[in-house]
Nanobody, 123 residues
C-alpha cells in the first residue's frame, strides 16, 4: 500500500517557476514508477511526466518537454516536479500517481494516486 500527498501548488505569473512534491508513505517506494497527471476544468486528465523505478528513465508530454523536469529522492520517498516557464495553459490540478509498472502509469491504470494540488498560472 502506498499513500501519496502532493504539495507545492499555488498561484504564479506566466514565466514563473514552481516545484511540486509528491511525498509517499509505504514500503519499498523505490520500486514504484511515479507519474504526474493534470486536469484542467472541463478537460480530461492528461499525462504530464513519469519516471521509471528501474532505471530512472523519464517520459514527458510534448507540451511540457523542455520546461518540466521530474526527479526522485528515494531516501526521502519523494518525487519532484520542477516546472519552469509556466504558461496559463498549465493551469490545472496536478496529481501524483504510482504503480509498480511504468506501463500501467502511462496507460492510466495506476493503483495509487494523491488528492492533487492546484496550480494556477496567471497571464
Amino acid at each position: 500500500q502506498v499513500q501519496l500527498v502532493e504539495s507545492g501548488g499555488g498561484l504564479v505569473l506566466a514565466g514563473d517557476s514552481l516545484r511540486l512534491s509528491c511525498a509517499a508513505s509505504g514500503r519499498r517506494f523505490s520500486t514504484y514508477s511515479v507519474g504526474w497527471f493534470r486536469q484542467a476544468p472541463g478537460k480530461e486528465r492528461e499525462f504530464v511526466t513519469a519516471i521509471d523505478s528501474s532505471d530512472g528513465s523519464t517520459r514527458y508530454a510534448n507540451s511540457v518537454k523542455g520546461r518540466f523536469t521530474i526527479s526522485r529522492d528515494n531516501a526521502k520517498n519523494t518525487v519532484y516536479l520542477q516546472m519552469n516557464s509556466l504558461k496559463p495553459e498549465d493551469t490545472a490540478v496536478y496529481y501524483c500517481v504510482a504503480d509498480l509498472d511504468l506501463g500501467q502509469v502511462m496507460r492510466r491504470r495506476y493503483n495509487y494516486w494523491g488528492q492533487g494540488t492546484q496550480v494556477t498560472v496567471s497571464s
